[in-house]
């Protein structure tokens, strides 16, 4: 089994891994990234080049999802992820897609996965094998 996701204790990363989610709760307070990473003390490039991959547990881990999508603008794209995320048991609570740009359209959803009896990575590796997918990335966890 090949797993992205593993749970180490902070004492033995860098500790540049903390200041930048410190950065990212400072951000959600309505603080600029600029500032933000002046007050914690990180570069912006740091900031920029791990803040996709460090987060911070949920106390309840798996209620909800935020996913991005890249497809082929063809007819069925979108229904194909749709039905297998009701297959899974999600339940769609937001979908933002832009107008499509050569050929490929991008696609934001916020699913409810409580339901799902599947690992979330599992998941979005299925999601991954629908018909015009060119990738998914997980956003977010809650």
Known sequence: MNDDYYV???KVLPDYFEKVIQIKEIINCGVNISDACKEVGLSRST????????????????????LSFKLVDEPGALSSILN???????NILAI????????IAFVTMTIAITDMEMSIQ?????????????????????
């Open 47 to 66: 900031f920029y080049k791990y803040k996709d991959y460090v987060n911070r547990p949920s106390v309840k881990v798996g209620k909800h999802v935020i």
């Open 122 to 142: 599992n998941f979005v590796n299925d999601l991954r094998e629908c018909k015009n997918v060119v990738d998914v990335m997980l956003i977010a966890v809650e």
């Open 96 to 103: 933002n897609q832009e107008v499509p740009i050569h050929n």
């Open 84 to 90: 297998e995320v009701f297959a899974r048991k999600a």
């Open 8 to 10: 180490i204790h902070k």
